[in-house]
């Protein structure tokens, strides 16, 4: 993921803020179409009423994934990250998470009120257990 990191100057930020009840395990990003994930941006859970700042990402298209226990997700596919994001991520979100369904959840929030356009993963792409 070393295509991911650019210098201070030309990078892009994203701060996930947690103001759910509920710790996320794990955070992915990943270049928009990788096929892969990136490492894992925390090192430890976030706790509720905290927030993370992801620094240095070259500015670009992202697919964006929060994980809670145990193993639901949630993935903001073509995010748009130019200089500081913020995706909120409230109880509803978590609550999409654990149904199944994040295609609903409005909690990507830009910044600078840029235009943003949800683009829901396709039926193959969802693992169902």
């Known amino acids: 993921m ?3 990191l650019a210098s201070a100057a030309d990078a892009a930020e994203l701060t996930v803020v947690n103001a759910s009840n ?3 395990q794990h ?6 179409g990788a096929g892969q994930w990136g490492p894992d941006q925390f090192t430890e859970a976030l706790p509720p009423s905290r927030l993370h700042t992801v620094s240095r990402i070259v500015p670009g298209c992202y697919d964006i994934q929060f994980v809670v226990a145990p193993w639901n997700n949630c993935v903001i596919a073509g995010a748009a990250l130019r200089r500081n ?3 909120k991520v409230t109880q509803w979100t978590v609550f999409g998470s654990q149904s ?8 990507y929030v830009p910044t ?9 993963a396709s039926s193959s792409d969802i693992k169902r257990e």
């Open 2 to 4: 070393a295509a991911m």
């Open 100 to 107: 199944g369904d994040c295609s609903h959840v409005a909690g």
């Open 22 to 24: 509920t710790p996320l």
């Open 112 to 120: 600078r009120r840029r235009a943003w356009v949800w683009q829901p």
């Open 85 to 87: 994001e913020i995706w």
């Open 27 to 32: 955070l992915y990003i990943s270049p928009c």
